[in-house]
């Protein structure tokens, strides 16, 4: 599965592996509501083999707007396959999307 | 991951769009060699090869594309002015699209490739476009060679602005417009900026929509085109502004003080390409079929609700079922105009044809093409390709002279078939039509007694005469070429056109041209019919064919003398009683009627014991076992549930003919006037 959701106490965590595009944007809008509207800390983790295109991309910037809004804490965790770092400058949001949470994590 | 379902899905799309774009593009290079200056047309050639190629690459036809691709350089070299558009260029190319219309049918079958073909098309076009590079004969099967362009000069580094909005459709039709941006990056160096306020919030959001939009400047040495190129399969469904910018290299200056800049408004359509109506879908054809089916099964079941509600009393049933009976006839007049295409496609197709006849023939022909527009029945255009290619062939083969004697005989070189369509009531009317020699009466007529298919004293109308040319193995010809002659065509042509209820008529003037008019019916699925009785049976005549009905009296069989004729303000109708035609024995009644109809005889009346009036006709099919029973074109099914032929008039008239007066020599006449179709013993 491309996309998971691991929701823990005070913290949840999207996981994203493998290619997310356009055939799993519903579900990953799905879990991002799910996961926004449980008020906790989200973390974005991307797998070695993750690759992201703009209809991800889209959906965690809209996300990151909603935490910036509720005041809620999001971010990248870990790092970044090189796929999606070329996605984010492609899209020319690889700076204003991730945000620094813990030790990681670029501003968004 | 896409299954082996969807994938296969995909690449029948491709191979769909593939087969119009080689019809569309055949169409274009036809006109540009006509017109070999034409830059438009050159656009359009690159525009469909880049197409094909980049369509087939990703959606696994490679050979397809790696094929296609040596094309397009070479209508890039044209387009670019370092190739001139010549016949042998046109004549390569659509050799050329005949080998891709091969692979893109073949694709996921066993390769029966004509790769000799295929590498011997690359060598000329080797040759055309001054490559020194040559495909090796040593190539594994499937192979084909890339051919590279001569170097290009190099443009001088300018800085292009480039504004992309993508629409609302195009995540949604594939096209992910981060690769779209990796490929610019790939012409030069590239600073963007993204706009990111169309973005709603997160429950707002349309996950398949794009709604971000980029403004990149590009600093590279290619061209204006090969820049929008990136954008060639994305254009239809985005907002793009490709525009140059002042750079530091001081001669571009006055390029750019020139240069227009191009700008595509409304997601990428031109403000005069914009179509005024908005978008297509495609429907399989079996589902428009089972769709129309459905919308005749309910024009019956509404018959039967009609009926009923005249049989009770009852005012709230009658207003239901009329307003059934609007609503039925909405839907059937809808579902009628979905089937209904232009014939353009049809006739475009033949330019081909035409083209390479003319060639092979040493004639010079041009096609030309009216009507276009006029639209019919997709059954019936599909069954119109075959005999219309007769048609033609025939013209050109037999019709049409070389030049000299066209020179000689006082006309110009180049000879003009016209294909021509347009309605006429509730039929259409195609005609195929040339300047050419003409048919001379006295041969065919010499011809027929020689076949044994007329009596050497039968007396014919002229236009009788060239209906015999429509009999089998019937041919003038004085040798059987490649092209016609063996008197096959015409007959198979009769028996298509007669298979869609239509007729064919020959007019032709010797020395100045023939025509050959196909009268053909709008649709075969529902016609508006006239209901009649004969005893306890039930009859539809067209209604489109019936022009009035009379009363038939005991006084006007008197003043008949025997005749099956009626007096009708003047004129002298005859008439075939339907009881009679039918072998129907009970007693007639006293007073009977007479439907008089148009037919391709003249006028004609049918009498009938009564004219019970207008029917929505679904025509049933009746079958294989029916198939040589010419004078009914189907079944319907009434409102009571019975059963009721539907007759085609013209060949009622044709039957009673042949059954009252068999000419000697033992073949029937096939046409003859109305007035000898009656039978004339006394009733």
């Not at chain 2, 050329?96 to 590498?119: C, E, F, H, W, Y």
């Not at chain 2, 129309?292 to 207003?319: M, P």
């Not at chain 2, 429509?470 to 010809?477: H, K, N």
Request: proline residues 5%; aromatic residues 4%; glycine residues 8%.
């Amino acid at each position: 599965m491309p996309i998971e959701l691991d929701q823990q106490e005070s913290l949840s965590t999207i996981h994203l592996d493998g290619e997310v595009n356009i055939s799993s944007a519903v579900e990953l809008r799905s879990l991002l509501v799910q996961a926004v509207s449980s008020g906790k800390e989200l973390r974005v983790q991307v797998g070695s083999t993750g690759e992201l295109d703009v209809t991800a991309l889209q959906l965690l910037w809209a996300t990151a707007q909603e935490a910036k809004g509720t005041g809620m804490e999001f971010g990248f965790m870990g790092d970044l396959p090189e796929k999606v770092l070329f996605a984010l400058k492609d899209a020319g949001v690889e700076f204003k999307m991730v945000q620094p949470v813990g030790d990681r994590g670029a501003s968004c | 991951m896409l299954s082996d379902g969807q994938i296969d899905k995909y690449k029948q799309a491709f191979q769909e769009e593939a087969r119009e774009i080689l019809v569309d593009l055949e169409s274009t290079l036809l006109q540009l060699n006509e017109n070999r200056g034409d830059t438009d047309l050159v656009g359009q050639a690159f525009r469909a090869l880049h197409t094909i190629k980049g369509s087939g690459s990703m959606f696994g036809f490679e050979e397809v594309a790696a094929f296609t691709h040596n094309l397009e350089n070479a209508y890039d070299e044209v387009r670019n002015g370092r190739l001139e558009v010549t016949s042998e260029l046109v004549d390569l190319t659509l050799a050329a699209l005949d080998q891709i219309k091969t692979m893109v049918n073949q694709a996921g079958s066993p390769a029966t490739a004509d790769t000799a073909s295929r590498l011997d098309i690359l060598e000329k076009l080797l040759k055309l476009t001054g490559t020194s590079e040559a495909p090796s004969s040593h190539e594994a099967p499937g192979e084909t060679a890339n051919i590279s362009p001569p170097t290009e000069p190099q443009h001088p580094t300018c800085d292009w602005h480039i504004h992309f909005a993508p629409g609302p459709d195009l995540l949604r039709n594939g096209t992910d417009p981060l690769l779209l941006i990796r490929e610019l990056r790939q012409l030069g160096s590239l600073r963007l900026t993204v706009s990111t306020a169309a973005i709603p919030p997160l429950t707002e959001l349309d996950p398949e929509r794009c709604y971000l939009v980029w403004d990149i400047v590009l600093t590279t040495s290619a061209g204006r085109d090969e820049i929008h190129d990136v954008f060639i399969f994305a254009e239809d469904q985005c907002d793009l502004i490709i525009e140059l910018i002042p750079s530091h290299v001081a001669d571009s200056i006055a390029v750019v003080q020139s240069a227009p800049s191009e700008k595509t408004g409304g997601f990428g359509r031109r403000a005069e390409d914009r179509a005024a109506g908005g978008s297509n879908i495609r429907v399989p054809t079996a589902k428009l079929d089972q769709f129309v089916d459905l919308v005749g099964e309910l024009v019956t079941v509404q018959a039967r609700l009609s009926e009923i509600a005249s049989r009770f009393e009852d005012a709230d049933l009658v207003a239901v079922s009329e307003e059934v009976e609007r609503l039925t006839s909405a839907l059937r007049e809808n579902s009628m105009s979905i089937r209904m295409l232009p014939i353009r496609g049809t006739f475009e197709r033949f330019r081909r044809l035409v083209h390479d006849l003319a060639r092979d023939l040493k004639k010079e022909v041009e096609l030309t093409i009216e009507g276009a527009d006029t639209e019919l029945d997709k059954t019936v255009i599909d069954q119109l390709n075959d005999p219309l290619m007769h048609l033609i062939r025939n013209s050109m083969d037999h019709g049409i002279e070389p030049p000299a004697a066209r020179i000689a005989a006082g006309k110009p070189p180049a000879a003009t078939v016209r294909l021509s369509a347009r309605h006429a009531g509730a039929n259409v009317l195609i005609e195929v039509a040339d300047d050419g020699g003409g048919i001379h009466a006295d041969a065919v007529r010499q011809r027929a007694i020689e076949k044994g298919i007329i009596a050497s004293d039968a007396q014919l109308t002229e236009a009788e005469i060239f209906s015999l040319i429509l009999s089998p193995g019937f041919s003038t010809a004085k040798e059987v070429t490649d092209v016609s002659g063996r008197g096959v065509g015409m007959d198979v042509v009769r028996q298509r056109v007669e298979a869609l209820g239509g007729s064919i008529q020959i007019t032709s003037n010797p020395g100045a041209g023939t025509c050959v008019t196909l009268r053909l019916p709008l649709t075969l699925a529902i016609i508006d019919g006239l209901l009649v009785r004969v005893d306890e049976a039930f009859f539809v005549l067209p209604l489109a064919n019936s022009l009035e009905c009379i009363e038939l009296t005991t006084q006007d069989i008197a003043n008949s003398n025997g005749r099956h004729v009626a007096y009708v303000r003047g004129e002298i109708i005859p008439y075939i009683r339907l009881r009679d035609f039918f072998d129907i024995r009970t007693e007639r009644p006293e007073r009977e009627q007479i439907m008089i109809a148009e037919t391709d005889q003249g006028r004609c009346g049918f009498v009938v014991d009564e004219v019970l009036g207008d029917h929505q006709t679904v025509i049933k099919n009746l079958g294989h076992l029916y198939k040589q029973v010419h004078f009914i074109s189907g079944a319907t099914i009434l409102g009571n549930g019975t059963l009721a032929l539907i007759l085609d008039p013209n060949r009622v008239v044709l039957d009673a003919a042949r059954k009252s007066a068999p000419p000697p020599g033992g073949q029937p006449s096939a046409h003859i006037g109305a007035k000898e179709a009656v039978r004339l013993d006394a009733p």
